[in-house]
């Protein structure tokens, strides 16, 4: 069974601290990985994804790749009450829209 | 709006009822991917088309399920004789093919409830 593992949360975070939001994975197959947020009752958003280990930085948010621990994980600077949302991980093993998510990391950004 | 259109957007019926839900893609998209989400869970991968071919359907798809986009734009999802356990959000997703990073935009989602 491929998986995607995350911690289900809530990860709680004051106003412009740094959420960091993490996510494993099981099948050495996945090659990119992709970071979705969902406000409640409403569609996954594509903010990132990343398919080379390392960093990958766009504005306040950074992924980061680690294939040798199956590791990816999430940074989302200077956190806004806007951020509160749910955060799915998700892998593909080939180049389509066919992605293994995970059952998302729920974050509140407190004022 | 230019982006992906589901319809219904709530959808409630009785058990052993067929439905069937609509999903027209960004246009310019040749990808349609269908996906599955209960509550507390991520999105679950049913089925896609590249044009109107259905190139991959997943093992867990009972045959009861049944998608098409017989002209490579409009793709409908049919669940027959449906099933308490069929109670779930059906998320339609497009994309243009190609290369690592395929970013499927998503629908708003049909909710199914099935008494």
Redesign the interface.
């Known amino acids: 069974q491929k998986e995607v593992e995350q911690n289900s949360g809530p990860l709680s975070v004051p106003e412009g601290a740094i959420a960091s939001l993490n996510c494993t994975y099981s099948d050495r197959g996945s090659q990119s990985f992709f970071w979705y947020r969902q406000y409640s009752g409403k569609s996954p958003e594509l903010i990132m994804f990343i398919y080379s280990n390392g960093d990958k930085e766009d504005g306040r948010f950074t992924a980061q790749l680690n294939k040798a621990s199956q590791y990816v994980s999430l940074l989302i600077r200077d956190s806004q009450p806007s951020d509160s949302a749910t955060y799915l991980c998700a892998g593909s093993s080939g180049n389509t829209g066919k992605l293994i998510f995970g059952q998302g990391t729920t974050l509140q950004v407190k004022p | 709006d230019t982006g992906v259109s589901q319809n219904p957007r709530h959808k409630i019926t009785k058990r052993g009822q067929n439905v069937t839900f609509r999903c027209d893609p960004i246009s310019e998209h040749n990808?349609l991917?269908w996906y599955r989400q209960t509550l507390?869970?991520?999105?679950?991968?049913l089925t896609?088309f590249q044009n109107e071919a259905q190139?991959?359907k997943s093992r867990l798809l009972s045959d009861r399920f049944s998608a098409e986009r017989p002209k490579g734009s409009f793709s409908t999802l049919e669940i027959q004789r449906t099933e308490q356990g069929d109670s779930a959000m059906y998320?339609c997703?497009s994309?243009t093919?190609?290369?690592?990073?395929?970013?499927?935009f998503?629908?708003?989602?049909t909710q199914l409830s099935v008494l």
């Open positions: 990808r991917y507390g869970q991520g999105p679950e991968f896609y190139l991959e998320l997703a994309s093919a190609g290369g690592a990073g395929e970013k499927l998503f629908g708003s989602g």
